[in-house]
């Protein structure tokens, strides 16, 4: 699946929302260690939580670009409760 760019260039879908994560995940890490100082990504546990009413293609769409920000926790252990991934 293909999404474009104001000027109608083409860009993978899953590499828009995998850089979407990034910046978030990015953002974040910078808050936290500004607030708390001495934060490690490691030291936190990241949670993709996927609406229960999403298609399973939708719900591995997420995951597979979560995965390529390695913001599944370099593919340690993903586990499925509900409709919640958690890495641990």
């Not at 999403?54 to 979560?66: D, G, I, P, R, T």
Request: glycine share 4%.
């Amino acid at each position: 699946m293909k999404i474009k760019d104001e000027q109608g260039k083409p860009f993978k879908a899953v590499t828009v929302f995998a850089e979407a994560i990034r910046h978030l995940k990015g953002h974040l890490i910078d808050r936290l260690r500004d607030s708390y100082g001495g934060i490690e990504e490691v030291d936190i546990d990241w949670v993709l939580t996927l609406p229960a009413i999403w298609q399973e293609s939708a719900k591995q769409f997420m995951v597979l670009a979560a995965e390529k920000v390695a913001f599944i926790c370099f593919k340690n252990i993903l586990k499925f409760v509900s409709e919640i991934f958690i890495c641990q």
